[in-house]
């Protein structure tokens, strides 16, 4: 075979591991490979030619490897030091993941058992080895198999099954998987709340342990829509499956309906409640649900005998030739110098004095502001609502007094599970909603969302999370059946990248973790759902 690497072409045998075929020019810190850009093993056989990338944990692919297989020697340590307990990985927390025992309590004890059981395993460096199944052979396998590691794979139309062994241990992890155990060379295990913190670095900071930064706020939406979905029975997509079969999902939509109706309105009430509030700002990561949000919410604040009005921050952008510029020489948008602060803060101030301010409208083309005569006076039932990337930032709004404002953040906190041992991030349910609501809406493809996301989630870290904990309130925009709905739409679009696009594998990826999912009948889902700002048919549609 044919295979490029850094730029020089290797006569490389068909069937020999990457690693090995490619031996001369492999960098020591490896974890994996793109191959014809799909992911891949070290261990993965040359069978075409193509091009071949190794990548470690200083990319997006790396780390993201590095966290699942430093979970699969978690989850081996946690079954070690005590067989047969039922372990499970739940969400993550800066730099973390908070996992828990479901009949074990977490002691300081219960950690060291565990911390010590992993350090033995990595400094062994033993072998993590895939093997592949029949459905045939794997069902056969599973009849003297008490566990569920892996098992889900069994209720999929897949042609093979794989699971992951290390010595006795096996599980599966959805995935490429690091090839031995000796990969993991910075990790921590902590105890938190009732359950444990699996630590690990950043991608800009790969060589050492970032501080653990507490987000109480996140802890608890995410704690409560786990404890939710566990009393629902639907916690896992095993289980959302078996609703779907079993003609039981209408109840689910209702639920999930009245559980996002429930929130709002204590959201609407709470700000009735504080009484002297005159701005409510709203912020969260894109493909959060932010317009169905903000149309429920003014139904909520005009029960409560309040008359919200809308300013839209998009119309505060400084002059084009005034707009800072990134590290390219490019406009960048969306760093807060690109608004204009002072006008935003002297009308705000203006409009809660009781004065009539003539409101700007920004047009885009020519990158100056317009006065087309919309002018705004606030009555006393008036309030002001603002949505944007940083409304949640006190700069945004600096001459408003703090007990005049109410900071909602808000983001798709997935917290259902592929099963016990593969969480569903949260930004690839974000990103899926993004790629059908960009299709539907704004003709992009697929390909067009892929290459952009990775900006999207740079301009998030950098103006939108660090600010999560300043809110007054958090609302978890998820839907626990969602991306069985965005399923038909998603899947034809991904499937049209080729593997000449860099995002070939990202949309193999997410294809892959499809094929768990049902497909469900969204003609059900009301009109004034979350999840039709996505799909269509959305009673909050311009």
């Not at 079969?245 to 559980?259: D, N, P, T, Y």
């Not at 149309?295 to 005034?322: A, C, Q, W």
């Not at 925009?477 to 709905?485: K, Q, R, T």
């Amino acid at each position: 075979m044919k295979i490029i690497c850094n730029g020089k072409t290797f006569d490389v045998d068909e069937g020999v591991a990457l690693k090995d075929g490619l031996k001369e020019v492999i960098p020591e810190n490896s974890i994996a490979a793109k191959y014809n850009n799909e992911l891949a093993s070290l261990n993965q056989p040359v069978n075409k030619d193509g091009v071949v990338e190794f990548i470690d944990r200083t990319t997006k692919e790396g780390r993201e490897i590095y966290i699942r297989g430093l979970l699969y020697l978690v989850s081996m340590s946690a079954e070690r030091a005590y067989p047969g307990s039922k372990f499970t990985i739940d969400y993550q927390l800066s730099n973390s993941m908070f996992c828990e025992f479901v009949d074990i309590e977490v002691t300081d004890e219960v950690i060291l058992n565990i911390k010590t059981k992993l350090d033995n395993i990595v400094s062994q460096d033993l072998p993590i080895i895939k093997k592949v199944m029949t459905p045939e052979e794997a069902k056969k396998f599973y009849e003297n198999e008490s566990t569920l590691r892996g098992r889900l794979q069994l209720n999929v139309n897949k042609e093979k099954v794989s699971l992951y062994y290390c010595e006795e241990y096996f599980n599966y992890f959805y995935g490429t998987m690091p090839i031995s155990t000796g990969f993991a060379k910075f990790y921590d295990i902590e105890k938190y709340n009732n359950g444990l913190l699996i630590r690990y670095p950043s991608v800009s900071e790969p060589n050492h342990l970032p501080k653990f930064v507490s987000s109480l706020k996140l802890v608890s939406a995410l704690s409560e829509y786990d404890e939710i979905y566990r009393i629902l029975e639907v916690n896992t997509v095993y289980k959302l499956n078996k609703k779907i079969r079993e003609g039981k999902i209408k109840e689910l939509i209702l639920f999930s309906e009245a559980l996002h109706e429930k929130k709002i309105a204590e959201i609407a009430e709470k700000i009735k409640e504080r009484g002297n509030v005159r701005m409510v700002l709203i912020a969260g990561p894109s493909s959060s649900g932010k317009t169905t949000f903000a149309g429920k919410l003014n139904m909520g604040l005009r029960v409560h005998g309040l008359r919200p009005v809308t300013i839209s921050v998009d119309n505060y952008f400084v002059e084009r030739e005034f707009n800072p510029k990134d590290e390219n020489g490019n406009y960048d948008f969306e760093c807060i110098e690109a608004l204009d602060i002072d006008l935003l803060n002297r009308q705000l101030v203006s409009l809660l004095n009781g004065e009539e301010v003539s409101l700007p409208t920004f047009d885009f083309k020519t990158g100056h502001k317009q006065y087309l005569g919309n002018k705004l006076k606030l009555d006393k039932d008036q309030i002001i609502i603002m949505e944007g990337i940083h409304c949640l930032n006190d700069k945004l709004t600096s001459l408003i007094s703090p007990e005049n404002k109410f900071k909602i953040y808000i983001s798709d906190l997935t917290v259902l599970n592929i099963d016990y041992y593969n969480r569903i991030s949260t930004t690839d349910t974000r990103l899926i909603r993004r790629i059908v609501r960009d299709y539907k809406f704004r003709n992009y493809s697929a390909l067009h969302t892929l290459n952009m996301w990775a900006s999207v989630n740079r301009g998030e870290q950098k103006y939108i999370f660090p600010f999560q904990e300043d809110a007054d309130i958090m609302f978890n925009s998820s839907i626990v059946y969602e991306i069985s709905v965005l399923k038909k739409y998603a899947v034809p679009l991904l499937e049209e990248i080729p593997n000449t696009e860099p995002a070939y594998g990202e949309a193999r990826r997410l294809l892959a973790m499809f094929q768990y999912f049902d497909d469900m009948d969204d003609s059900l889902i009301p009109n004034n759902s979350l999840i039709r700002e996505f799909i269509g048919g959305s009673i909050f549609e311009d």
